[in-house]
């Protein structure tokens, strides 16, 4: 586990696609009980090398209804994006996470997390990654049909202030969805 997570750290085969040197933010031990997935850090969590770092990581947080110390605990949680460094910018946000990320890392940690009890997958990259054809045909729809993918997945929007008008207009996900994600976690990390 350490030679991967050393090996995942020295990653530069994207290098000549990203604006800053590669700087691969993760974070997960053989012991983390939930697998986070999400996109790509943003240029906050490349300048600190901390996950979820920034205002989309309070929200997670929040979502998942755990502290921060309880959430950087590689015994409870393994943070791994789909792709490792920061993108860069497009013209609505950050670019999509490097394909080559995840093509080349992400069978070897599944591997090595055999504690895992739910990988929870935030944002259209994870969804199509993992989910695959049983995915719907927008992230919403898959969203919505959550249980169609538990109890070994929970599929979540993406946390970002960007998607606070998604939000609005799709309240059932903070009424209905969010409290029986956090009675999983919970009752998983107990």
């Known amino acids: 586990m350490k030679n991967l997570i ?4 020295a990653c530069s085969i994207c290098k000549e696609h990203l604006p800053y040197p ?7 031990s053989e012991a983390s009980k939930i697998l986070i997935v999400g996109q790509a850090p943003g240029i906050r969590v490349h300048n600190s090398g901390i996950p979820w770092d920034d205002p989309s990581g ?22 791994v994006p789909m792709g490792f460094c920061y993108p ?15 093509a080349k890392w992400m069978q070897p940690i599944l591997l090595q997390l055999q504690n895992r009890h739910l990988t929870i997958l935030i944002g259209q990259y994870a969804h199509k ?21 538990a109890p070994d997945y929970m599929v979540l929007p993406h ?8 939000l609005r207009k799709n309240p059932w ?11 999983e976690v919970s009752r998983i990390l107990i």
């Not at 990654?129 to 993918?149: P, S």
């Not at 970002?160 to 008008?165: G, V």
Request: contains cysteine.
């Open 6 to 9: 050393r090996e995942i750290k």
């Open 22 to 28: 590669p700087k691969p933010v993760c974070s997960f």
């Open 129 to 149: 990654y993992f989910l695959g054809e049983r995915r719907k045909e927008t992230l919403t729809q898959t969203v919505k049909n959550w249980e169609d993918y």
């Open 88 to 102: 860069g910018k497009g013209k609505s946000g950050d670019l999509p996470p490097r394909p080559e990320c995840a």
């Open 58 to 79: 309070h929200r997670l947080r929040k979502w998942l209804g755990v502290a921060k110390g309880d959430f950087y605990n590689t015994r409870n949680f393994a943070i």
């Open 173 to 183: 996900f903070e009424q209905e969805m969010i409290g029986g994600l956090q009675q």
């Open 159 to 166: 946390p970002s202030p960007r998607n606070n008008i998604w």
